[in-house]
């Protein structure tokens, strides 16, 4: 059963331009939504996270927009650097309980020089 | 270095062998989860740990696969038997509850001829 949906498999971007990742998810008991960067062979980190009673968050050149009644968020990079090429998941979880994150597929970024 | 600390980060082994990784946690965090990233996917849950209690497991996890937190510190995830499809990165995260954010370790890449 997936239930955290993550759009496109993969994305070229030029470097300065923005990069748009969409997620969608089902169960309604999740309340926090991060998203994560993973260079190979390393393991995810946390890049920046979000809860439904905001619909934007902003750190640096990172932005997650947020619609609940859609049930889905995206990711904005904005000036996208070569440096920014990377796999990024979208995740989600409950806030209460065990707090396990469901992750979408993945989305492989490239940002051409 | 106070992140998620795994070891081996990586490990061949023959089908049928057992193996054995450990994780340390970031040291205040009392919650531990395993992982399991196969190639192009998303990270899936296996297990978590509050404190030294295993509290749930998923249906992924087959009974050839333990987890231990003995004294609530450090844990390990053994594989017994293992198989080709055992092939994967393991990976283990940890948070506290009020924090909610969990942060990775780097893994361990487990290959299985």
């Known amino acids: 059963q997936q239930q955290v949906k993550q759009s496109p498999q993969s994305l070229i971007v030029q470097k300065g331009g923005i990069s748009i990742i969409n997620c969608a998810y089902e169960?309604?008991?999740?309340?926090?939504f991060p998203w994560y960067q993973q260079f190979p062979g390393k393991g995810p980190a946390l890049l920046i996270a979000?809860?439904?009673?905001?619909s934007e968050k902003k750190e640096g050149r990172f932005t997650i927009s947020f619609n609940k009644s859609a049930k889905q968020f995206s990711l904005h990079i904005m000036d996208s650097q070569p440096g920014d090429s990377a796999t990024y998941f979208c995740?989600?979880?409950?806030?209460?309980?065990?707090?396990?994150?469901?992750f979408g597929q993945g989305t492989r970024l490239t940002i051409n020089p | 270095d106070t992140g998620v600390s795994q070891d081996p980060r990586h490990k061949i082994t023959k089908r049928g062998q057992n193996v054995t990784f450990r994780c340390d946690p970031i040291s205040e965090h009392n919650r531990l989860y395993w992982y399991r990233q196969t190639l192009g996917q998303g990270p899936e849950f296996l297990t978590y740990?509050?404190?030294?209690?295993?509290?749930?497991k998923s249906r992924l996890l087959s009974d050839r696969f333990s987890a231990e937190r003995p004294k609530g510190s450090f844990s390990t995830l053994e594989i017994q038997r293992t198989e080709q499809g055992d092939s994967a990165m393991y990976l283990c995260a940890s948070s506290s509850p009020d924090r909610v954010r969990s942060f990775f370790g780097q893994g361990t890449r487990l290959t299985v001829v």
């Open positions: 995740a989600a979880s409950p806030t209460e309980g065990a707090q396990k994150l469901v």
């Open positions: 979000i809860r439904p009673d905001v």
């Open positions: 169960n309604t008991a999740f309340d926090y």
């Open positions: 740990f509050q404190n030294e209690a295993q509290l749930e």
